[in-house]
């Protein structure tokens, strides 16, 4: 799973949609153009160069869109799709705080799952450690 993306999208789509106040059609545009910028800026030929197989893009693409509709659904009612200007409402007094409010969550939720996530890694020796390596010397049931 691409993280970087993942956490790039959420963070778009939430300020751009719950923060600002953007029309939904406006956000998934600019989100999805965000998206596929940083795409082409770090791994420039994407076809050729990224990392990840089908699973790992499935699984980020169903995770990206889980968190879309969460926000859609948390967001106002009835959903604003369309309309004539860019914001649905004119930008909140409390622009700052909404985007604070924003990152302190999605901070939390991010410190919460790397809670979770972390111990698992340091128990099988980081990331990208492999069951192979030096034996060392027997010391249980040696005789």
Known sequence: MDNTLF???LLVFATLY???GVYLLWTLVIT???ILAYLTGVYK???DNYPYNAGENLTTVLL???TWVVFIVVGPKPVQFWGPSLFYAPP???FFA???AVLVIFAFVVFII???ILPHYERRGGMGASGGGSQGDQTVGAG
């Open 7 to 9: 956490i790039l999208a």
């Open 114 to 116: 790397l809670a979770i």
């Open 92 to 94: 909140p007094e409390a």
């Open 18 to 20: 719950i923060g600002l």
């Open 98 to 100: 909404s985007i604070a």
């Open 45 to 47: 030929h994407v076809l």
């Open 64 to 66: 990206i869109a889980t």
């Open 32 to 34: 999805i153009l965000v």
